[in-house]
């Protein structure tokens, strides 16, 4: 008789979880295993910096609900610290090893910490990223700091320090672009979603960078700026990003770096010459694989929608159903900063134009369109998202770009912008 068969997924979040539903569902019966390396069942993270920190739900609240069964041998606490793959087995952090024969990488990101370890250490200084982050972050919120700085004006940033001013509390966040968001939307909107944040009483301190933080007794006074500014502060909230986990991955002769782990159009994982290892299928953050609609460009995305997406692509892959084509979802984004709805379909990057299709943003409610060489590659709307799924289609199907024709509210046609990138 031919021994059962075993899976392990790496990665106990949102895709772990889904990729080892799909494995499943998909009718793989064999044994599976759950490596976490947070103590927690997964959770969903996007309350995290929503409702968690406004004291709305507690942190323990967010645990996803799943579908799997009591068979699943749940490892959570111990991350993954190697791969063999010529003896099929994944190490632990304490040593044991744990065979497979079909492997699901989704050990997903981290928040990247300031960069200086002592200043990082200082109490009052903060990433949002975990559960637990979470959790220790809304407790100093609900203290009272006399004033929040938010270092970095990325998604998360902008949740943050919207959150703090939901809360009543001063915040100042401090953004080396010249707008909050700049990276991924282009200062064009990026000034926009500024202005209606500095209209709420955040202090945007951009075009600035925080130099050092300064502390006093072991806890955060101060920050000081490349400018020469000085930000008496509390309480810092560090938004610089994230970085992809597969540090463990080293040695395991797998195409794989701080950028991702690579994988084919198919999603099985590539080894270090480029071939596709059959065994190993990634899904999430952690996955770097080419794009069809972006012409086979290889991308990487920190999205909810697309963790669900791909990981259960990625589920049904290592089941032996493989899905009828390589995966190709269209990537959607959202961000709730304070009574502001952000969305997004597509990918903005390399954007040489972007319109304003629906709304004003003098008036705070938006479409913005983004097009590359003459074709929709991305929408973006801000408390406009009734007008959104139109906009989508019109990026799924690289649509021409400028539309043609007007906007029903902007009867006056449709005015295009460079979307300040470079």
């Not at 001063?170 to 944040?197: D, K, M, N, Q, W």
């Not at 009574?339 to 390399?350: F, I, N, Q, R, Y």
């Not at 134009?353 to 929408?379: E, K, S």
């Not at 043609?404 to 990138?421: H, L, M, S, V, Y």
Request: glycine share 14%; with cysteine.
């Amino acid at each position: 008789m031919a021994p059962a068969e075993r899976a392990v997924v790496v990665g106990a979040g949102l895709a772990g979880l889904r990729g080892a539903e799909a494995l499943r569902e998909a009718g793989f019966s064999g044994s599976l295993t759950i490596v976490g390396a947070e103590p927690h069942l997964p959770y969903d993270r996007p309350p995290l910096s929503k409702h968690v920190l406004a004291g709305a739900i507690p942190a323990h609240a967010t645990t996803l609900p799943h579908g799997l069964g009591a068979d699943v041998d749940w490892q959570l606490g111990t991350p993954a610290a190697g791969l063999d793959r010529k003896a099929g087995t994944v190490r632990l952090a304490d040593g044991r090893a744990l065979p497979y024969d079909r492997l699901l990488i989704a050990t997903g990101t981290r928040a990247r910490p300031w960069p200086n370890p002592h200043e990082g250490r200082l109490a009052g200084v903060f990433t949002l990223r975990g559960r637990d982050d979470a959790a220790a972050l809304r407790r100093a919120l609900a203290a009272g700091p006399r004033r929040v700085l938010v270092i970095g004006g990325g998604f998360i940033g902008c949740e943050v320090a919207s959150l703090c001013r939901q809360l009543g509390l001063p915040v100042t966040l401090v953004e080396p672009s010249p707008t909050p968001l700049a990276r991924v939307l282009g200062r064009t909107i990026g000034a926009f979603i500024g202005a209606i944040h500095a209209g709420h009483g955040v202090d945007l301190r951009c075009g600035s960078e925080v130099e050092w933080l300064e502390g006093e007794g072991g806890r955060l006074v101060r920050a000081h700026c490349t400018d020469g500014s000085r930000i008496e502060a509390e309480l810092a909230v560090v938004a610089l990003g994230a970085v992809r986990n597969t540090e463990w991955l080293d040695g395991a002769g797998l195409s794989a770096d701080p950028g991702g782990v690579e994988c084919d159009g198919a999603g099985y994982v590539l080894d270090a010459e480029g071939h596709p290892d059959p065994q190993i299928a990634a899904a999430g953050d952690v996955a770097r694989f080419p794009h069809p609609l972006y012409d086979g460009r290889r991308v990487a995305l920190e999205h909810w929608s697309h963790a669900v997406a791909q990981a259960a692509h990625a589920g049904r892959l290592l089941a032996g159903a493989p899905p009828d084509a390589a995966y190709g979802a269209l990537p959607t984004f959202w961000s709730t900063q304070g009574d502001l709805v952000v969305k997004s379909a597509g990918l903005t990057e390399g954007a040489d134009a972007v319109a304003i299709t629906q709304g004003n943003p003098a008036d705070g409610r938006f479409i913005a369109l983004y097009g590359r060489a003459g074709r929709c590659i991305a929408a973006v709307s801000v408390d406009s998202a009734r007008w959104l799924p139109a906009h989508a289609e019109m990026v799924a199907t690289g649509a021409p770009f400028p539309p043609e024709g007007a906007a029903t509210d902007r009867p006056k046609g449709i005015a295009i912008f460079d979307p300040g990138f470079s």
